[in-house]
Each structure stands twice: as structure tokens, then as C-alpha cells.
């Protein structure tokens, strides 16, 4: 006879289980659905939030190519500019975000009627909370830094 295989809600933990759960709660407000259902799924919102900066890094393509024919020894001074650009633009999105997440980072009205009858001590909830913020910051700002990392010294070398 074989084994009967778990079913997936029974093969995580309830920590993992409360961590998905209130990772999911940063993506429910009045900026992505009015119904309090989110449309948008995570990866669509990460390739929205690293566009302006592949914008950026597009955008400066054509000045790369005329400087380093043409003037190559400002070429050090303007990557410089153009980094410190992206750099300030990664951290300008970062911060619209947090801001629009603010009132997320704390437990609401919801997740304590939902939470409190639960088996679950106040300690193993602060931790979820923290492991979703850890998990969702990082996504955005990898996902806002990442595009330059990856894209701009190959259109600054390619000059």
C-alpha cells in the first residue's frame, strides 16, 4: 500500500503558515484594489516598482555612447552622476513604498480579531510580523537596486 501523501496546508508550519499570511496582508490596501482583494501579484508589482530604474539606466545609454568616442575623459565624472542618480532613485522608491506600507507594519484590526483566538503567543506573531517585513523589504529593494546592478555597468561599458 502506498504512503497517502500530505496535503499541502498540513506540510507547513503553522510560523510559516502566519508568515505567508501577513506577508500577503502588505499587498491588501486602498492603492491596489478598492475591494480589499489584491489583483496585482507579487512579481507584477516588483517588475513595476524596478521599471523606473531600467528606464534610467535606457536613458542614459545614448549619452555613453557619444562620451566615450567622443570626450573619454569625462567619462569617469559623468558615470558618476549617472550612479549617484540611480542610487538616489532606488531609495526615493524604497521610500514611497515604505510610506505607502506604513500603516501595514503594525498588526490591524483584522489580523488581531483573527490572530487572538488562535494558539499562538504573542512572541511567535511578533516574529511572523517581523519575517514578512524582512521578506518584503528585501523583494523591493532587490527588486529596485537589482535592475541596476545588473544593467548598468554593461550600458557603461558598453561605450
Same mark, same amino acid.
Not at 39 to 67: E, N, T
Not at 118 to 131: E, G, H, T
Not at 137 to 154: K, R
Given at each position: 500500500?502506498?504512503?497517502?501523501?500530505k496535503?499541502?496546508?498540513?506540510?507547513?508550519?503553522?510560523m510559516?503558515?502566519?508568515?505567508?499570511? @501577513?506577508?500577503?496582508?502588505?499587498?491588501?490596501?486602498? =492603492?491596489? #484594489?478598492? /475591494?480589499?482583494?489584491?489583483?496585482? %501579484?507579487?512579481?507584477?508589482?516588483?517588475?513595476v516598482l524596478?521599471?523606473?530604474?531600467?528606464?534610467?539606466?535606457?536613458?542614459?545609454?545614448?549619452?555613453?555612447? @557619444?562620451?566615450?568616442?567622443?570626450f573619454?575623459y569625462? =567619462?569617469? #565624472?559623468? /558615470?558618476l552622476?549617472?550612479?549617484? %542618480?540611480?542610487?538616489?532613485?532606488?531609495?526615493m522608491i524604497?521610500?514611497v513604498v515604505?510610506?505607502l506600507q506604513?500603516?501595514?507594519l503594525?498588526?490591524?484590526? @483584522?489580523?488581531?480579531?483573527?490572530?487572538?483566538?488562535l494558539?499562538? #503567543?504573542?512572541?511567535?506573531?511578533?516574529?511572523?510580523k517581523?519575517?514578512?517585513?524582512?521578506?518584503?523589504?528585501?523583494?523591493?529593494?532587490?527588486?529596485?537596486?537589482?535592475?541596476?546592478?545588473?544593467?548598468?555597468?554593461?550600458?557603461?561599458?558598453s561605450?
Amino acid at each position: 500500500m502506498a504512503p497517502i501523501p500530505k496535503l499541502r496546508h498540513q506540510a507547513r508550519s503553522p510560523m510559516f503558515a502566519l508568515t505567508a499570511h @501577513l506577508f500577503r496582508r502588505f499587498f491588501e490596501n486602498e =492603492f491596489v #484594489s478598492e /475591494s480589499g482583494e489584491s489583483h496585482l %501579484g507579487f512579481v507584477k508589482i516588483l517588475v513595476v516598482l524596478a521599471m523606473p530604474g531600467l528606464y534610467y539606466i535606457l536613458y542614459s545609454y545614448g549619452p555613453y555612447d @557619444l562620451i566615450g568616442q567622443r570626450f573619454p575623459y569625462l =567619462f569617469d #565624472s559623468y /558615470s558618476l552622476r549617472d550612479e549617484f %542618480g540611480l542610487i538616489t532613485l532606488a531609495v526615493m522608491i524604497v521610500g514611497v513604498v515604505s510610506i505607502l506600507q506604513w500603516d501595514a507594519l503594525f498588526l490591524d484590526r @483584522l489580523d488581531f480579531t483573527t490572530l487572538v483566538p488562535l494558539p499562538l #503567543s504573542v512572541r511567535q506573531i511578533f516574529m511572523a510580523k517581523i519575517q514578512a517585513l524582512a521578506l518584503f523589504l528585501s523583494s523591493v529593494t532587490i527588486a529596485v537596486g537589482g535592475v541596476g546592478a545588473i544593467f548598468y555597468p554593461a550600458i557603461a561599458s558598453s561605450a
